[in-house]
């Protein structure tokens, strides 16, 4: 149970798109009419044009003018981040944590120059009383004020909501979950601690992938693996073996933490044997310990390619929207598996099938509500076309062998198919609805040999689950009418059964090729449907 995914911890992270396209919101604002000068600890109070003006000359502050008016105007237009005794502590701390992004991203664009240099001069020269009383120093603190305001906005946007792509058009249908950005400023500015807040405010899978995203970028600056790539072998190495290129495979999985000991001798001893099977179970490959070519080429990976994974599933972690229910399924497509959670822990993982290549199954969330024993099996219309309109015209007893029966009217000149329950029937003996319009569901499936495969994306798009008994026992555990024993016969059945769940539980489809699991590893897997790929061409250009 060590190697167990860590994404439902994942499904943390924070938001949904609103009309305006923008991915948080602000509530309604209030004015706190006993924030005056004579109150506040603060005696520097904006004047309420000033904002208006900073909007009006500075077109990047356009997109963010409802939630500077909304910001200022809750706190009777009050100074954030001056005082009367210059630069607050808060903004010092917010500007640090924005280095920090920039650093560990490595991406200036976290940066605001200009902003920074505002703030150094006002920090150095607002040392003395003098110069905090001076006009100069009001012009420069009114315009490094707004700016800051609008910076953090700018900051947060990117933190929560990541690119400004439409991730529809990657495959991506889970809504996002809407964050009030003027109350998260309002929480920085009462803690005095940025870097708490946004971070509690992220998933802890994010969190997670950001510190190994630092590690390679230090692994990027004591290693140039594009220039020394290792050979491939022409028969997988073995225990016992010997070879110098299994001293370069011993440096490679030593720098990623697989490897244990710096001796990086050319035998394949038992050392080495633990790292590789560790190195094959954590990037989803066979894991026998022989060392072959597709082994070889993950470890000739650049480590900019590294980088750049992290990166795109850095940023999946920030759309995924908090899950609330103490129980819920999530499925991870690259890593065909399926993970209950109850109460944010792991509960059980099972193996599935997901779908091909040419038919994706659909990144989104719902709500698991029937549990249909002994389905039939409504043949979709593309199917009936391609593959049993064929059979059905060069042999007339076709359906009939195969539990098959024509039922309702036809569907573009084609009649409707569905395959009765049975040991035969595709569906398996259950299936698991979450009603969608994506026409996608669980169940179980005839051909239980499958889950045996390494590479599991063989379905039409639905989810075939390995342990179909167990899952259904789990969804009806609080119904004291279906015991083992009527679960059992009830998959047995030659008609189909609908059972509705007191308790839906919601089931989320995710698509992660870079994961750390239960035990801290860092996973990677294939990106099967190219959505990386995609990913890459929004983020980087290319």
């Known amino acids: 149970m060590k190697r167990l995914l860590f994404l439902g911890v994942l499904v943390m992270a924070l938001y949904a798109c609103n009309d305006a396209g923008k991915n948080y ?13 004579e109150s506040s600890f603060n005696n520097l109070f904006l004047d309420s044009a000033a904002v208006e003006q900073y909007i009006g000359n500075d077109s990047s502050a356009t ?17 954030a981040w001056f005082d009367s005794n210059g630069v607050s502590e808060q903004a010092h701390n917010f500007l640090n944590l924005a280095r920090t992004t920039a650093i560990t991203q490595n991406d200036s664009t976290w940066i605001d120059a200009a902003l920074e240099a505002n703030i150094t001069q006002a920090t150095t020269l607002g040392k003395t009383k003098k110069y905090l009383a001076s006009n100069e120093y009001k012009v420069l603190s009114t315009k490094a004020e707004i700016a800051l305001t609008k910076y953090f906005f700018t900051y947060a946007s ?34 005095k601690s940025a870097d708490a807040v946004i971070n509690s405010l992220q998933s802890k899978q994010y969190t997670l992938l950001q ?7 230090r692994l990027r600056k004591q290693y140039n693996w594009d220039t020394d790539t290792i050979p491939s072998p022409v028969k997988p190495y073995k225990l016992g073996d010997s070879s110098h290129a299994i001293e370069a495979i011993k440096q490679r999985l030593f720098a990623y933490g697989d490897y244990t000991t710096d001796y990086f001798s050319p035998l394949y001893n038992d050392t080495l044997f633990t790292a590789v099977k560790r190195f094959q179970r954590r990037n989803g490959l066979e894991v026998d310990g022989a060392i072959g070519k597709k082994m070889v080429a993950q470890l000739n990976d650049s480590i900019d390619t590294k980088i750049r994974t992290l990166l795109i599933n850095m940023e999946r972690a920030r759309w995924l929207p908090k899950v609330d229910d103490s129980v819920y399924i999530l499925v991870n497509i690259p890593e065909y598996k399926l993970h209950v ?45 391609k593959e049993i309109a064929p059979k059905l015209a060069k042999d007339p007893g076709y359906l009939a062998r195969n539990n098959y029966e024509v039922y309702g009217g036809k569907v573009g000149g084609l009649p409707q198919i569905r395959q009765k ?18 026409n996608i569901y669980l169940h179980d499936t005839p051909n239980r040999n499958l889950f045996t495969s390494n590479k599991r994306n063989l379905s039409h798009g639905c989810v075939r689950v390995g342990e179909p008994k167990w899952l259904a026992q789990f969804l009806l555990r609080n119904d004291p009418v279906y015991t083992d024993s009527l679960i059992s016969s009830s998959m047995g059945l030659t008609k189909e059964k609908w059972v509705t769940l007191r308790d839906p539980v919601k089931v989320v489809i995710t698509y992660f090729t870079a994961f750390v699991d239960t035990s801290g590893t860092l996973n990677f897997r294939k990106d099967i449907y190219g959505h990386d790929k995609k990913m890459a061409e929004k983020l980087f250009g290319k």
Do not use: C
Request: hydrophobic share 40%.
């Open 63 to 79: 997109k963010y003018r409802a939630e500077l008016l909304a910001f200022y105007t809750s706190r009777n237009f009050e100074y």
């Open 25 to 37: 919101t602000y509530e309604e604002v209030e004015i706190d009419s006993t924030i005056t000068v």
């Open 341 to 385: 959670f109850r109460n944010d822990t792991l509960y059980h993982t099972m193996n599935v099938i997901v779908g091909s290549e040419a038919n994706n199954t659909v990144i989104f969330s719902g709500n698991l509500r029937y549990v249909v024993f002994s389905p039939y099996w409504n043949v979709p219309y593309s199917i009936v076309k």
């Open 158 to 191: 990117k933190v929560f909501n990541g690119a400004e792509v439409d991730v529809t058009q990657l495959g991506w249908f889970i809504p996002r979950k809407k964050i009030d950005v003027t109350n998260v400023l309002d929480s920085v500015l009462k803690t």
């Open 211 to 217: 510190g190994f995203l630092e590690k390679f970028i």
């Open 421 to 438: 329950p049975g040991d035969n029937n595709a569906l398996g003996h259950v299936k698991f609805l979450f009603p969608n319009t994506y």
